[in-house]
């Protein structure tokens, strides 16, 4: 692949997206965690009781934001030691990130810690990596990375977390009426090839053997079909990062100019809504930016201002920045 240059320079609106927009969807999505996927019975964009509480994926979205606002950089050990003061209280704590913190918790370093687990808790956390290293291909991909490894020892782990910040990077600097699908697809699709195991066991029905690259290279072949063929049949929305990284790039590309029919899309696919909900928000957030998410609901989301405040901190920190 040839050496990438962004065509604009990411404003602030962009980066606090980012971080509201994964915040809305991993909000929005908690309530439904578990449910089957269902387009007949309508999911609305509204919190249960004006309560627009968050779980782990934000949680651990800003743990990232401050372990780099605090060192400069994603240092596993900081992270890690992070990590596990937050597990005492945090929210919804997936199997495999508990597992790994008992672990750290038990005296064994962060490099051999993390469980080998291919779920999704290091692309739903990477966004603030993405933001910092807009401009460095390279640092952005080793820190992505690294940042998997406390928790998911695992390299589909480690390449969802690359690819993800790779997607927000571009994002952030796309103008959105040159936004192209195709490309966009076909560069993550590129990453995962680079960055993935080869073909691997599907978890609903082991022999049939598929990659990251070719399932996120099927998202564009089932935007146009019928959302229950392509989630249900085809995607899946499970924990399992093949899952849930497919179908909320699908959830995102199929209305991406518009942030609250990405995150209805995302609530109906079911299963693990609040991360595929997470990933697709955040998706919306960056080609969108904050001002074009649904403001009814930013005002009654929690961690709000820290949510916006870890934002500008990171915008400060990059490169060039630039006023909105």
Request: aromatic share 6%; net charge negative.
């Amino acid at each position: 692949m040839s050496e990438w240059r962004a065509p604009a320079l990411p404003t602030l609106d962009r980066f606090r997206g980012v971080l509201l927009g994964g915040a809305l969807g991993d909000a929005l999505g908690a309530p439904y965690e578990g449910a089957a996927l269902d387009y007949k019975t309508e999911r609305p964009l509204r919190f249960p009781n004006g309560n627009g509480r968050v779980s782990d994926d934000t949680e651990q979205t800003l743990i990232v934001a401050d372990c780099l606002l605090a060192n400069g950089w994603l240092d596993p050990v900081d992270f890690s030691a992070r990590l596990r003061e937050w597990a005492v209280w945090g929210h919804g704590i997936g199997r495999g990130t508990a597992s790994a913190l008992k672990r750290h918790a038990a005296g064994i370093p962060w490099h051999q810690a993390g469980m080998a687990s291919a779920g999704n808790g290091a692309a739903m956390r990477v966004a603030p990596i993405a933001l910092l290293r807009w401009d460095d291909p390279a640092l952005r991909g080793t820190e992505a990375a690294l940042s998997a490894l406390p928790t998911h020892h695992d390299p589909m782990a480690a390449a969802s977390a690359v690819i993800m910040a790779e997607a927000v990077a571009r994002l952030v600097t796309t103008r959105k009426e040159t936004f192209d699908p195709v490309e966009f697809v076909e560069t993550l699709a590129g990453i995962a090839k680079v960055w993935g195991p080869e073909r691997v066991p599907e978890r609903r029905d082991p022999r049939i053997l598929t990659s990251l690259s070719e399932r996120l290279q099927d998202v564009l072949a089932y935007l146009e079909q019928d959302p229950y063929t392509a989630v249900a049949t085809h995607f899946w929305s499970g924990a399992f990062v093949l899952e849930s990284l497919p179908a909320a790039l699908w959830a995102f590309l199929r209305q991406p100019g518009n942030p609250g029919a990405v995150l209805q899309e995302a609530l109906l696919v079911g299963h693990d809504t609040d991360t595929v909900a997470s990933l697709a928000g955040t998706l919306a957030g960056a080609l969108n930016g904050a001002a074009a998410l649904p403001a009814p609901l930013l005002d009654q989301l929690e961690h709000r201002e820290r949510l916006e405040k870890a934002a500008e901190n990171l915008w400060d920190r990059s490169t060039v920045p630039i006023a909105d």
